[in-house]
């Protein structure tokens, strides 16, 4: 056993899953080997098909625990609450951690306790996971692979997904490509009509065309929607014409207050609040954690009413969707998108909102390595047109001879749009010896059909999840990300005394690094640590005024000033304006080996002092301050801090700026985050987690490159082999067959001498001493061609041992690849990336008057909002 597992675990690294074992379906028996399903096929898609009872949600149980395995994030969509069994993996698969979690109704029918059963339970997934190779290391593996979540909209069983937040303007990609404008206006317009109950044709629907008239206006000039928009919108719309007719023609005023009132019940209805409560639907969010870890984000629908899940799958698609065009393409699997369940979403004939989104990432999908599996157990009313994308099935038992009839019905129309062969007499033969947990599967990138036997699944399969169940699962997993919400959302107390300490990081815990993931670069402090863009430390409080009055001094003609603008007051005391330097820089930032060319615009507020050091530029701050909201002069009702005598002079500031210059050019940063075994480099505005991500998939990529490589080298040496074995093997059969007809030749021989001598010839006759002689002749030939039969065996032995030799090579040199790209993966670095004095322009650097609040002893800056 544990030779099969370390075979199972190498073949993980490879980028394959672990499906089960070959069945013969004539003997009704498990054959030697394992199934192994490359990831990478999954990116022209799945279906898979099976009654209830099939064994089909432990497959598809099992693809998604390959897949979290490999590294590779899963969307999975629930509509009966059966994915969500994955959460039911326990590390030590004892009694007690199945106990709370087996069905009191199964063990009675069983006439158990419900501790009996759990202990019946307990070693029936011991035993099962060890008849496949596994054990418990490997449940322990799973769950350490990725991160596993449950999400509920529309409820606070799970963790709670914010939908509506879907009806904001899409990404300027999108909404610049007038088809996938359309098709996004079109699905959001159906799935809001359907959940609001109004039926509406797509194409010809009044409510339908007049809807996303008003959504695609709002995207294509940039304004987000929500549900209150709309209900508005519909009542006084930005446009007087629909078509060639006027609005009132059209669509009268009357009428549109019926559809407004059908979605303002949509918003007015008890509980419809908690559909905009929860975690955005974000999808880049739901495949990884902020650490970068891949996730199996399950969304669990089986709570709502069916007009709810088509709104809730429709728009979901459709954020997948948007997501997806935002990838770059790859040949590898970069994640996989499940439905459990398509019954009703992927009719023939219908049109739901779900539809359109399906065959979207059934055409698409492919090139950004987003691989779709599709679930069902009713092989009817399936539009096969759509699913002739799909390059691989799974088909389970099915229920009755009229779905069996309408799956052969489909395939056949599959194979005959393709152009490929079908034998519908061996597959209706093959579909009619099916078991429980037996599936055919036909992968177009594979050998053929086949027949297999799942494996034992590493999650518990209780059957679906109630919600107070699903709440049970999740409640920790929601209180930590309540408590890292409120963390988050926590204001920073206001430094006591005034200014931050000279050289104090802007933001606590943040390191070079972290701040270069947000692809910014900034004025370093003497620790050398780079505040993230537009990052704000608190501005140093003023210099003691050496004096204070209620004018302005008047400076010379030839020195330049601003007033900071008054964006805030503290409270009701006198404004007090101190002096100050306003200095606005460009950096350029260029560096030929990361690609980067990088330009950063900052405004800085420097306070100032007497001798010796007139510029405090330690003590600076970056603000967001626009040159055009600078003001001529500050406001009249005010006090002034006497700036110091050298302000007045107007040559200072050139020799200032010179010295800010200078002091950029030690001070200004950009930290790039560097894989150079793998030779990239992370892009502007990428975070640490998202460039780990893209160095984790290129790593699979250049892995699925390398081993495709690997396997034209040794194809000719293992073809030359298999060869040489099939004729050792017709060798050996040859001389058998040879030995069995020269052993009953020896037997007929000797057979007559005995039967002549026992025949009563009292003498030796020459005809005897002639069979004699035959017969042991025949008994030499008999023994030789033995030796022939042994000879033949060695040299059969002796080639499977080559071929033996050969495969652990090649599977040493993938394990070299593997260690290899897993240790280039892991080598990120930091590049510091100075900026050269050429490319840094200083563009003002002038006197300037900052304004203040006296609050509670503290000096409030008034410019900041």
């Keep these: 056993m544990a030779s099969e597992i370390q075979q199972v675990n190498d073949f993980e690294k490879l ?4 499906l089960g074992k070959p069945y013969d379906l004539e003997s009704e028996k498990e054959e030697s080997g394992y199934v192994l399903y490359e990831s990478r096929h999954l990116t022209t898609h799945a279906v898979v098909v099976g009654m209830t009872g099939s064994g089909k949600t432990g497959l598809c149980i099992d693809l998604i625990e390959e897949a979290a395995i490999d590294s590779i994030p899963v969307l999975a969509i629930d509509p009966k609450g059966d994915i969500s069994n994955l959460l039911l993996t326990f590390e030590n698969l004892s009694p007690q951690e199945f106990q709370p979690w087996v ?37 322990k593996r799973l769950k350490e692979s990725a991160d596993f979540s449950i999400y509920t909209p529309f409820s606070t069983a799970g963790i709670q997904l914010s939908v509506l937040q879907s009806f904001s303007c899409p990404p300027a990609a999108v909404v610049a490509d007038g088809e996938s404008l359309r098709e996004r206006v079109n699905v959001s317009t159906q799935s809001l009509l359907n959940l609001a109950g109004v039926r509406s044709d797509p194409r010809r629907g009044r409510e339908s065309i007049f809807l996303g008239n008003i959504i695609q206006n709002a995207w294509q000039n940039g304004q987000d929607l ?101 990838q770059a393409g790859t040949s590898s699997l970069r994640a996989i998108i499940y439905m459990d369940e398509i019954f009703g979403y992927f009719p023939p004939v219908a049109n739901p909102p779900s539809k359109q989104p399906l065959l979207t990432l059934l055409k698409q999908a492919r090139a950004y390595g987003l691989g779709v599996v599709l679930a069902t157990q009713n092989p009817v009313d399936l539009d096969y047109k759509g699913l002739a994308n799909c390059g691989t099935w799974f088909v389970g038992r099915l229920q009755t001879e009229r779905d069996k009839m309408r799956l052969l019905d489909g395939l056949e129309g599959v194979a005959t749009e393709k152009g490929s062969s079908f034998d519908r007499q061996t597959l209706d033969r093959m579909l009619a010896s099916l078991k429980k947990r037996t599936f055919l599967l036909h992968n177009t990138q594979g050998e053929g059909l086949s027949a297999f036997k799942t494996r034992f699944s590493l999650s518990y399969l209780r059957g679906p999840l109630a919600r107070n169940q699903i709440k ?4 920790a997993k929601k209180k930590a990300v309540a408590e890292k919400s409120a963390t988050s959302l926590a204001p920073s107390a206001a430094p006591a005394g005034g200014p931050a300490a000279a050289g104090s990081s802007p933001v606590a815990g943040t390191s070079p690094a972290a701040s270069a993931t947000a692809g910014s670069s900034a004025a370093a402090s003497s620790a050398n640590a780079s505040p993230a863009p537009g990052s704000q430390t608190a501005p140093a409080k003023p210099a003691k005024p050496s004096s204070i009055s209620n004018a302005a001094p008047i400076l010379p003609p030839d020195v330049s000033q601003y007033a900071l603008p008054i964006k805030g007051t503290a409270g009701a005391g006198k404004v007090i304006y101190a002096p100050c330097i306003l200095a606005v820089s460009q950096v350029r930032f260029v560096d030929t080996k990361s690609k980067l060319d990088h ?45 110091p005598e050298w302000v007045f002079q107007a040559k200072q500031y050139k020799a200032w700026t010179k010295k800010f210059q200078e002091w950029l050019v030690q001070k200004e940063k950009h930290f790039v985050l560097s894989c150079p075994a793998l030779k990239l480099s992370s892009l502007k505005d990428e ?27 040794y194809q000719e040496k293992l073809s030359t082999l298999e060869s040489k074995i099939r004729l050792a093997e017709q060798a050996v059969e040859r001389e058998q067959e040879q030995v069995k007809a020269q052993d009953m030749q020896t037997a007929i021989s000797v057979g007559a001498t005995v039967l002549g001598a026992f025949l009563g010839r009292r003498t030796v006759s020459s005809s005897t001493l002639g069979r004699a002689t035959t017969a042991a002749r025949a008994a030499n030939r008999s023994a030789s061609s033995r030796a022939d039969v042994e000879r033949a065996n060695e040299n059969l032995e002796a080639l499977n041992q080559k071929m033996s030799d050969l495969e652990q090579q090649f599977q040493s040199e993938v394990a070299g690849i593997q260690r290899e790209l897993d ?22 650097f002038s006197f300037a008057w900052a304004p203040y609040q006296v609050s509670d002893g503290r000096y409030v800056p008034l410019w900041r909002s």
């Design 599 to 643: 330009c950063v615009s900052r405004t800085w507020v420097l306070p100032v002092r007497e001798d010796p050091v007139f510029v405090m530029m330690d003590d600076g701050t970056e603000e967001k301050i626009k040159v055009t909201d600078l003001e001529s002069q500050p406001i009249a009702q005010a006090e002034f801090i006497r700036p």
């Design 823 to 844: 240790k280039a993966a892991e080598s990120v670095e930091v590049v510091n990336i100075a900026a050269k004095k050429s490319n840094i322009s200083v563009d003002v």
């Design 472 to 475: 049970t699962l999740m409640d």
């Design 226 to 326: 929500s549900l209150i928009d709309l209900v508005r919108l519909i009542q006084a719309p930005p446009f007087a014409q629909v078509g060639a007719l006027d609005l009132e023609s059209f669509f009268p005023g009357k009428e549109r207050f019926e559809l407004a009132t059908a979605i303002n019940n949509l918003i007015a209805a008890p509980g419809f609040e908690t559909w905009m409560q929860g975690e955005s639907l974000d999808v880049g969010r739901l495949l990884y954690t902020d650490s970068g870890k891949p996730r199996v984000s399950i969304m669990s629908i089986a709570h709502l009413e069916d007009n709810e899940r088509m709104f809730f799958v429709a728009l979901f698609l459709n954020q997948v969707i948007s997501w997806m065009r935002g």
């Design 103 to 139: 069905s009191a109704e199964e063990a009675a029918l069983k006439g158990q306790s419900v501790d009996e059963f759990a202990a019946a339970q307990s070693k029936l997934w011991l035993d099962g996971i060890g008849s496949y190779g596994q054990d418990i290391n490997r449940i």
């Design 687 to 713: 975070s640490e987690r998202d460039f780990r991500i893209r160095v984790r998939e290129k790593a699979k990529e250049q892995r699925d490159a390398e081993i495709d490589k690997l396997k034209v080298k």
């Design 15 to 18: 980028g394959v899953f672990y």
